[in-house]
């Protein structure tokens, strides 16, 4: 059985490839599936990847190659990445990152001692300009029963920290929870969806994801994001709608919404 699908979309990172995937190779859980969707970069980023993978003598993690149509982007790389998936969880690793050896174990195991749709931890912002590291934490709530005044708590606190977690497949595709094909915050969205439906969560309050910031990175650069901010939570809207959780939810999605979608590109445009 496989434990757990990593999904690691591939465009333009080979100066980050060969790390990714050591620390891939690096991780103490076992029966693992790394599915590396290729988004139609101009660099060496897959011929790295594979000659990488040749080095690499695990027989209990299994690579499996996708590719988008056309360059795409990360959203639609997830989404190839869940619908190829086999494992019982599902994790999202960005290929210029780079994750603790115990993070996965911790996280699974975690997961099956608390039957948990989600489970997360706490993630490290690195700054490639030498800015001291940070560390960003997911709302605290108990372990076990996701209920209706945890799932408040988290809405309204959550810092977006989508690869933080992994995400039991199954409930995914039964939720039928992708990532909106959005140029900006379809990874905020997608887990705004996923707090709204899981019923079960499990936590370790501790660091384990590597987020890294690099100079000129679009996220760092001032581009204007609003519209495409405001087509993702509108579709986070949608799903509470359909799901029938938004007269509980309500006023949650409602500042979601406001804070993500109006309010954070204007910050971002004047920080």
Same mark, same amino acid.
């Given at each position: 059985?496989?434990?757990?699908?990593?999904?690691?979309?591939?465009?333009?990172?080979?100066?980050?490839?060969e790390?990714?995937?050591?620390?891939?190779?690096?991780q103490?859980?076992?029966?693992?599936?790394?599915?590396?969707?290729?988004?139609?970069?101009?660099? $060496?980023?897959?011929?790295?990847?594979?000659?990488?993978?040749?080095?690499?003598?695990?027989?209990?993690?299994?690579?499996?190659?996708a590719?988008?149509?056309?360059?795409?982007?990360?959203?639609?790389?997830?989404?190839?990445?869940?619908?190829?998936?086999?494992?019982?969880?599902?994790a999202?690793?960005?290929?210029?990152?780079?994750?603790?050896?115990?993070?996965?174990?911790?996280?699974?195991?975690?997961?099956?001692?608390?039957?948990?749709?989600?489970?997360?931890?706490?993630?490290?912002? $690195?700054?490639?300009?030498?800015r001291?590291?940070?560390v960003?934490?997911?709302?605290?709530?108990?372990?076990?029963?996701?209920?209706?005044?945890?799932?408040?708590?988290?809405?309204?606190?959550?810092?977006?920290?989508?690869?933080?977690?992994?995400?039991?497949?199954?409930?995914?595709?039964?939720?039928?929870?992708?990532?909106?094909?959005?140029?900006?915050?379809?990874?905020?969205?997608?887990?705004?969806?996923?707090?709204?439906?899981?019923?079960?969560?499990?936590?370790?309050?501790?660091?384990?994801?590597?987020?890294?910031?690099?100079?000129?990175?679009?996220?760092?650069?001032?581009?204007?994001?609003?519209?495409?901010?405001?087509?993702?939570?509108?579709?986070?809207?949608?799903?509470?709608?359909?799901?029938?959780?938004?007269?509980?939810?309500?006023?949650?999605?409602?500042?979601?919404?406001?804070?993500?979608?109006?309010?954070?590109?204007?910050?971002?445009?004047?920080?």
């Amino acid at each position: 059985m496989i434990k757990l699908s990593i999904i690691i979309p591939v465009y333009n990172v080979e100066r980050y490839m060969e790390r990714c995937l050591q620390f891939v190779d690096a991780q103490t859980l076992h029966d693992i599936e790394v599915i590396l969707v290729d988004d139609h970069g101009q660099d $060496d980023s897959m011929s790295i990847a594979k000659e990488t993978i040749q080095q690499h003598t695990r027989k209990d993690i299994h690579y499996v190659f996708a590719q988008t149509l056309t360059n795409s982007g990360p959203a639609t790389a997830r989404n190839i990445g869940i619908q190829t998936a086999k494992g019982e969880y599902i994790a999202f690793l960005d290929s210029d990152d780079w994750i603790e050896p115990e993070m996965y174990e911790t996280l699974y195991s975690n997961a099956k001692k608390y039957k948990a749709d989600l489970s997360c931890c706490n993630l490290v912002q $690195d700054f490639e300009d030498n800015r001291p590291s940070k560390v960003l934490k997911n709302p605290l709530v108990e372990n076990g029963d996701f209920n209706e005044a945890a799932k408040k708590h988290f809405l309204t606190t959550y810092v977006s920290c989508f690869t933080s977690f992994i995400y039991r497949r199954a409930w995914l595709l039964e939720n039928e929870i992708f990532f909106t094909k959005t140029k900006s915050a379809e990874d905020s969205s997608f887990l705004a969806c996923c707090i709204l439906a899981a019923e079960r969560i499990a936590q370790k309050n501790a660091p384990y994801y590597h987020y890294v910031i690099h100079s000129g990175s679009l996220t760092q650069r001032k581009v204007w994001k609003g519209r495409e901010k405001r087509k993702a939570f509108a579709a986070m809207i949608d799903f509470a709608k359909r799901k029938k959780l938004l007269r509980t939810y309500w006023l949650q999605v409602f500042y979601v919404y406001v804070k993500k979608a109006l309010i954070v590109p204007v910050y971002e445009m004047i920080r």
